[in-house]
């Protein structure tokens, strides 16, 4: 597969096409947790039922009886027979959609792996829409108990998890009255929620919120990096110019460099450096590198560099023992030799 393109089309906002891991590592799937994970346990479930939240799937091996395999199609008309969102996180490749629906009005969207039957014990990715007059308020609630983490979703929703147990989140709508929860093991349910992935026929559909740019001072990015706890690169201290920080839900962020003038968020390309959250990201450096074409630079600390030389605006970088990628973004072409020269580092 030949590397795409993926330097920023600026419109305000960092907006890039495609991120190159989506090329150099195969999709993550659902697995099956080995055993239950809960919620949240004990006295807290009590405190979540008071406050308004339904806890179905956490609390529940979700394999059951009544289940159907369905196409997006049957999920698009089941939405329209019922007069209400039906809520899922699209269709993932190979997966088989379960449907299940319950005598309380609850519909459950469950995603079996390839060779998982339908039925099956086990938790596996899954999205429930429930019945709730108040959900909205609900999730509020449940966010002033101090336990729980808010996320803010595209079209006004807003999503809560417990800090202690991100395999859980429940979510809700202004004007619906249906309370959503999506289990995903290993922390997976909040990233899910981050990339925009929950959806639904009949309602709100997918996207992110994404914050808007501002301006940042060198002393700034520093601090966020520390509270980040994770390292954040850039190309070094240029006198006069605006650093204009932009960051994803999904944990990308970029800074933009904006010449004496510019405006932040202005339309325009300029020099750029993103720092994207990737497991074993010089892995995926050297899966691209092993492509057709590919040229390499090699850098100081065990790093590696790759770009398409029809292409020498754009660069995806990775260093040894990192799970962050790097991309440099230079508009005149000469993004191979700045980051040759070393000027790409960690913000200290």
Request: proline share 7%; glycine share 12%.
């Amino acid at each position: 597969m030949d590397c795409h393109v993926f330097g920023p089309r600026m419109a305000g906002n960092w907006t890039t096409l495609r991120n190159v891991t989506e090329q150099t590592s195969t999709q993550t799937k659902p697995q099956e947790v080995a055993r239950t994970v809960p919620f949240r346990t004990g006295a807290v479930i009590v405190i979540a039922v008071a406050i308004g939240l339904i806890l179905w799937l956490a609390l529940r091996d979700t394999g059951s009886g009544g289940g159907k395999a369905v196409s997006a199609a049957d999920l698009r008309k089941l939405a329209s027979s019922v007069g209400h969102p039906v809520f899922w996180l699209g269709q993932v490749d190979g997966d088989t959609n379960e449907l299940t629906k319950k005598s309380d009005g609850s519909i459950i969207v469950r995603y079996l792996p390839p060779g998982v039957g339908i039925g099956a014990k086990g938790q596996y990715w899954s999205v429930a829409t429930y019945p709730f007059p108040g959900a909205y308020a609900g999730i509020q609630r449940a966010l002033r108990t101090g336990d729980a983490a808010q996320l803010n979703l595209a079209h006004g929703g807003l999503a809560e998890y417990a800090k202690s147990n991100p395999n859980n989140v429940h979510a809700a709508y202004p004007g619906y009255a249906y309370q959503v929860e999506v289990f995903a093991p290993r922390g997976q349910a909040v990233s899910l929620i981050q990339a925009g992935r929950l959806t639904s026929f009949g309602g709100p559909r997918g996207g992110v919120v994404t914050p808007k740019p501002k301006a940042a001072s060198a002393t700034a990015l520093k601090s966020l990096a520390g509270s980040l706890g994770h390292p954040i690169y850039w190309a070094g201290p240029k006198k006069r110019y605006t650093y204009e920080l932009n960051r994803n839900p999904n944990g990308n962020l970029i800074i933009r460099y904006l010449p004496p003038g510019v405006r932040i968020g202005a339309k325009g390309q300029y020099l750029s450096v993103a720092t994207y959250p990737y497991t074993d990201a010089l892995a995926g450096i050297q899966r691209v590198a092993k492509q057709k074409g590919q040229r390499t630079i090699k850098l100081s600390g065990g790093g590696l560099a790759v770009y398409d030389p029809k292409n020498p605006n754009d660069v995806h970088l990775a260093f040894r023992g990192s799970n962050y990628q790097v991309e440099v973004y230079d508009p005149t072409g000469k993004t191979p030799q700045l980051v040759s020269s070393g000027q790409i580092t960690v913000i200290r």
